[in-house]
């Protein structure tokens, strides 16, 4: 009987802590500045984060394309480039840190960040079992809207996935407890500032692109409270856009609906806590060719990051086909990293460049092993159309 009480109360204490770390949080979020605004910083900084695995491949392509695209405004001193490392597994393990000392004050001096795939340990692996780097750079850096879009246009296809980045079951995904041997709790947490701000985020990015829907996508018929609070604040959200209407599906429906072609196009703007974007996100960057090719952005009031929605990819590594590794996915997140410092027509080209010779035109073609090309080659391939004067005429003759 006492070895139970003991355990409660072991609980109860760590229970405790977390409790007053997120009603801290709240405060924050409270106090938050504003956004900030790139036009007024005199010289940008670009954090280049390689990555494990096939990320120093892949972020090296993607680096070259952005050096290529930012030249003039490097040398005008209004841009800086820079390498952030530090952060491989390896330099991980040796810290026994997600993100080691020293390390986040660098990715802080940074205004924006492209980041390669991390090695993300998990029991069981040759790693300290340490939280994902990923998952902490968010914390850390306040990175609340995670922005995946998912477009194939052939097939009406036009999704923007708003995921909400800091909360729900990642926020202490490293901080459940095994409360006895044959009791494990894990905790999901939702607060009203942290729904508030991606909804409104999904909100606004309708209003300006002209979308006249959102849809909210939760499990608050089981999950209730926190589910429940997300699903109540994209409400009151919605009542300040009264021009855009609020579309309410569950999880397991809205996974199953993606797969339908009849229903699938009628989604445009998509909010929805982080576990479930995770998944959603993955199935719905399948359509348009695989995580390979599906770019993310990491977006907080100060800081942004840019990333591939996949992993490492240890396998490509191992068996000897990293170079063949597809860039495209941090290529595309180099567009939006462009498109969110305010270059926009650069994004755009990058954009329309990417879709020319990943979809339409394709003659480098990549897969991934040897009988295809090389992810340089196709970089070559995008920088030369990058060069060309008649991209635009050539990316509308395919639309
Ligand atoms: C993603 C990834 C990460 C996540 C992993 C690597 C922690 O799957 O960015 O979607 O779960 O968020
Ligand atoms: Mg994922």
């Known amino acids: 009987m006492s070895g139970r009480r003991e355990a409660i109360e072991r609980a109860k204490a760590h229970f405790e802590e977390l409790l007053v770390e997120q009603m801290d949080r709240v405060e924050r979020m409270k106090a938050a500045e504003d956004w900030i605004d ?3 910083i005199k010289t940008i900084v670009i954090g280049v984060v390689g990555g494990d695995g096939i990320g120093p491949y892949i ?22 480039i820079t390498d952030v490392s530090g952060l491989s597994i390896e330099e991980r393990a040796r810290a026994m840190k997600a993100i080691p000392d020293g390390v986040l004050d660098e990715l802080k001096r940074c205004h924006a960040i492209l980041k390669g795939p991390l090695t993300t340990p998990k029991k069981g692996d040759p790693w300290p079992n340490l939280e994902s780097a990923n998952v902490a750079m968010r914390r850390e850096l306040d990175l609340f809207a995670n922005v995946r879009p998912v477009k194939v246009p052939s097939q009406g296809i036009d999704w923007t996935f708003f995921r909400e980045n ?40 309708a209003k300006k692109n002209g979308v006249d829907r959102v849809t909210a996508v939760t499990k608050a018929n089981v999950i209730k409270t926190s589910d429940g609070k997300f699903l109540e604040l994209a409400r009151k959200v919605a009542k300040d856009y009264p021009e855009i209407e609020l579309d309410e599906w569950f999880i397991d429906i809205m996974a199953a609906k993606l797969v339908d072609p009849k229903r699938r196009t009628q989604f445009r703007i998509v909010v929805l806590p982080n576990l479930y974007g995770d998944i959603i996100t993955d199935e719905a960057a399948e359509f348009q060719g695989g995580v390979g090719t599906a770019g993310s952005a990491n977006i907080g009031k100060r800081y942004a990051m840019f990333e591939a929605i996949h992993g490492s990819a240890p396998r490509m590594v ?6 063949y590794a597809d ?20 994004a755009r080209r990058l954009e329309m460049a990417l879709d020319i010779c990943g979809q339409y035109e394709r003659k480098v073609v990549l897969t991934g092993r040897s009988d295809g090309a090389t992810g340089a080659e196709f970089a070559d391939y995008v920088v030369e159309a990058l060069q060309d004067p008649e991209l635009e005429a050539r990316w509308r003759s395919y639309q």
């Open 318 to 323: 191992e068996e000897g086909r990293a170079q």
């Open 59 to 80: 972020s090296a392509e993607a680096k070259r394309v952005l050096e290529q695209m930012l030249k003039a405004e490097v040398s005008e001193g209004k841009v800086e």
């Open 166 to 205: 800091t909360e729900g079951a990642y926020i202490l995904g490293s901080r459940g407890f095994n409360v006895t041997d044959e009791i494990a709790f894990d905790f999901t947490v939702t607060t009203s500032q942290g729904a508030e701000r991606i909804a409104r985020l999904a909100f606004e990015h």
């Open 327 to 346: 860039p495209s996915s941090m290529m595309r997140a180099a567009a939006m990293l462009l498109g969110h410092i305010g270059f926009v027509d650069k």
């Open 38 to 40: 790139y036009s007024m």
